[in-house]
């Protein structure tokens, strides 16, 4: 190495010299840090100093720091760019890790009480009914210990101890079936829920079945969000319907009527609106602005796209009887059974009920009906959106 000596330079006897011969710095460094004295020295060897000044970089570096030497800026930005990409690493860990412990703290109070209160203010939207089916999901999943979670539902002083363990329970789908306004701004709503309960000690939850819950909603006086005064109460299900209770449809108030070629179209048109086989506009009316029925779905090189849900159709029953509302018009009921694309194993069974006219020597189809018709009815029933698409 060559060292600098009242301005002039000169070659250094130690031959260890010569691994800092640009790095007047490195010099000092390995003098503060690594050189020994030479009686203690071994014989020097090439590879044995590259490797040792390898290994006390990080040192020599340390003590430079120590002595407030400041290397010049060519020798800093090398230096501040690792630094940078190290803090880029570590902050990106950082995330990850508290991703991960979010996640398996997510039947944890905390972050029950933050999605409960975000919630919350979606239920302001859909009025008391949602608000109430929020309220029994964060009820069944509350227990012992995590009774704060029903705050934004509950008033603090009648707020009671529960029992269960937390997350013990959980709704896997609500939805109300009454709602009553039984006084000013306080309604009576009844929700159901399907159950799930933690098997146990094991992971994973069973199915404990539908039950039914009566929840009573105060409205606040500003008219922004409601309360309740107490939990919800667990109440039994609908009475189931009866024989007396059932009312007749057209089919089996009107006689039967047959028609080769009305059954064979809706046959073709059904095929054409689930399958996507078939021209749809040959047995639909234009009036009826059904187009054939799309859902997402993604390519096999997963590119998402829309396609016909079912692959397969077997229309297994028609049924046919005069429409008392349309001249030369008919109502068709058919059952069939179609193959999923996402699962073509398991075939689905549906019932559809369509209204048909005649138009010259052939059927199309005028209305596809949400339901069949009442042998009893006031009104002509509406139709169902013909746009065909269902948003993913």
């Known amino acids: ?39 203690d020295r071994r014989r020097w060897s090439p590879r044995r100093s590259r490797r040792r000044a390898r290994r006390e970089s990080s040192l020599r570096r340390v003590a430079r720091d120590l002595r407030g030497d400041v290397p010049p800026l060519e020798l800093q930005t090398p230096l501040l760019a690792r630094a940078v990409g190290w803090l880029l690493v570590l902050g990106v860990a950082a995330g990850f890790a508290a991703l991960a412990v979010t996640m398996w703290t997510h039947g944890s109070s905390e972050t029950a009480t933050v999605t409960s209160r975000g ?17 029994v999901s964060e009820f069944l999943a509350a227990g012992q210990g995590t009774e704060h979670r029903l705050d934004p539902y509950l008033e603090a002083q009648s707020r009671p101890a529960l029992a269960a363990t937390p997350n013990s329970l959980y709704a896997s789908a609500v939805s109300t079936l009454s709602a009553e306004e039984v006084e000013d701004r306080y309604w009576a709503v009844v929700v159901a829920a399907h159950v799930l309960a933690r098997n146990g000690e094991a992971d994973g939850y069973r199915s404990a079945g539908t039950r039914y819950y009566a929840v009573g909603v105060h409205e606040l006086d500003g008219g922004d969000g409601w309360y309740s005064l107490t939990l919800p109460a667990e109440v039994a299900p609908p009475r189931q319907a009866t024989p007396d209770d059932v009312r007749a449809s057209v089919f089996e108030a009107n006689p039967p009527a047959h028609d080769e070629a009305a059954s064979a179209a809706v046959k073709q048109m059904l095929a054409a609106y689930l399958t996507g086989a078939g021209e749809l506009d040959r047995y639909v009316n234009t009036a009826a602005g059904l187009r054939p029925l799309e859902v997402p779905m993604r390519t096999p090189d997963g590119k998402p796209t829309t396609g016909a849900p079912f692959s397969a159709l077997d229309v297994t029953q028609v049924r046919l009887t005069a429409d008392p509302d349309e001249r ?21 069974v549906f019932q559809y009920t369509l209204r048909l006219q005649r138009r010259a020597d052939r059927w199309e189809v005028t209305d596809l009906l949400p339901a069949v018709p009442l042998a009893e009815r006031s009104d002509p029933f509406s139709t169902v959106s013909g746009s065909g698409r269902s948003e993913e």
């Not at 030369?328 to 689905?348: M, N, Y």
């Open 1 to 39: 190495m060559t060292s600098l000596v009242r301005g002039r330079r000169r070659r250094s006897e130690d031959p260890e010299d010569d691994l800092y011969r640009d790095d007047p710095y490195e010099k000092d460094d390995y003098e503060f840090r690594v050189r020994r004295p030479r009686r």
């Open 119 to 135: 919630a919350e203010d979606i239920a302001a939207e859909t009025g008391p009914s949602g608000w109430a089916e929020l309220y």
């Open 328 to 348: 030369d018009g008919l109502f068709a009921w058919a059952e069939l059974r179609a193959q999923p694309v996402h699962a073509p194993d398991q075939w689905q």
